[in-house]
C-alpha cells in the first residue's frame, strides 16, 4: 500500500503544507490508515481513501500552526498607565469631542482608518455623499478649533 500509493500521498500532502511538513504529514497518513484498516470495505477506493486522509492530516498541520505563536522581533505595546495613549494631545480630543457624533465618527473612521466613505455610511447609517460632508465638515471645524503650528488657514 505505501509503495503503491506513498507517491499520491505525499504529493497532497507537499500541495497543502509544502516541502517542509510534508514528510510528517505523510506519516501520520499512514499511522492513521494502518489503525483503520481493518474497517475499510473490499471494493474501497484505497488511493481516495488515503488521499481523504492525507488532506486532513495536512489542514490539521495547518491548523494546529496558526494556533503557534510566532516569534517577532518587536515587542508589543504596554498599556498605558493613564489609560490614552503617551503621545496624548489633550486639546486635539477636546476638539474632537466638540464635534458632532456623525462628524466626529466621519472624521475618525476615514482619516484614522482609511475606511472609504461608502463603508462610513453602511456604518453610521445615511449616503456616501452624507459620509464625505460629515468628514469634511469635521476637518474644516478641528482645522479652525485645533490649528496646527506653521500651518495657513
Not at 53 to 58: C, E, G, M, Q
Not at 104 to 111: F, L, P, S
Request: hydrophobic share 45%.
Amino acid at each position: 500500500m505505501v509503495a503503491e500509493h506513498g507517491p499520491a500521498v505525499l504529493r497532497v500532502c507537499r500541495a497543502v503544507l509544502g516541502p517542509a511538513d510534508a514528510e510528517d504529514a505523510w506519516s501520520d497518513t499512514f499511522l492513521a490508515a494502518l489503525r483503520a484498516y481493518p474497517e475499510l470495505g473490499e471494493d474501497a477506493n484505497v488511493e481516495a481513501w488515503l488521499v481523504t486522509i492525507a488532506h486532513r492530516k495536512a489542514i490539521d498541520v495547518v491548523r494546529r500552526a496558526s494556533r503557534q505563536a510566532t516569534p517577532t522581533d518587536r515587542v508589543p505595546e504596554r498599556p498605558s498607565e493613564t489609560g490614552r495613549p503617551d503621545d496624548w494631545d489633550g486639546d486635539l480630543w477636546r476638539a474632537l469631542a466638540a464635534l458632532p457624533p456623525k462628524q466626529r465618527a466621519a472624521v475618525a473612521y476615514h482619516y484614522l482608518t482609511g475606511l472609504p466613505y461608502a463603508e462610513i455610511a453602511a456604518i453610521t447609517g445615511g449616503s456616501a455623499d452624507a459620509a464625505r460632508r460629515a468628514a469634511a465638515d469635521g476637518m474644516k471645524a478641528l482645522r479652525k478649533n485645533y490649528p496646527v503650528e506653521g500651518e495657513l488657514r
